[in-house]
């Protein structure tokens, strides 16, 4: 019943841009806390960012200044900006939701399937 699929990924070049989507459906998505995960191959999966329901943002210092997450609550998508992306951002890039509505926890309701985001050199 509740889906999150995630868009959006791609080839690009080191310093290029990307900007991923979530599309979310069967769940109260405004009074969700929502996020980005990645996992590049051989590491654990990572905590990217996340939004509140009000709009609080936590991100991981890794991407801080080059990555923007936002949500739009009206169109239920949640989105991820990738700005001056380097090749250590390459990984499978995770759309999440979770009930807490306030701080992303460490075991999350819902994923997405995921999506490929490669940066080469």
């Known amino acids: 019943q509740v889906q999150l699929v995630e868009s959006g990924g791609g080839l690009v070049q080191a310093g290029g841009s990307l900007r991923l989507s979530c599309a979310v459906s069967?769940?109260?998505?405004?009074?969700?806390?929502m996020g980005w995960y990645r996992q590049a191959p051989g590491k654990q999966r990572e905590l990217v960012a996340y939004?509140?329901?009000?709009?609080?943002?936590v991100s991981a210092d890794s991407v801080k200044g080059r990555f923007t997450i936002a949500r739009d609550n009206a169109k239920n998508t949640m989105y991820l900006q990738m700005n001056s992306l380097k090749p250590e951002d390459t990984a499978v890039y995770y759309c999440?939701?979770?009930?807490?509505?306030?701080?992303?926890?460490?075991?999350?309701?819902?994923w997405g399937q995921g999506t490929q985001v490669t940066v080469s050199s």
């Open positions: 999440a939701a979770d009930k807490s509505s306030i701080a992303m926890p460490n075991m999350v309701d819902y």
């Open positions: 069967g769940l109260r998505f405004s009074t969700n806390v």
């Open positions: 939004i509140s329901k009000v709009g609080t943002i």
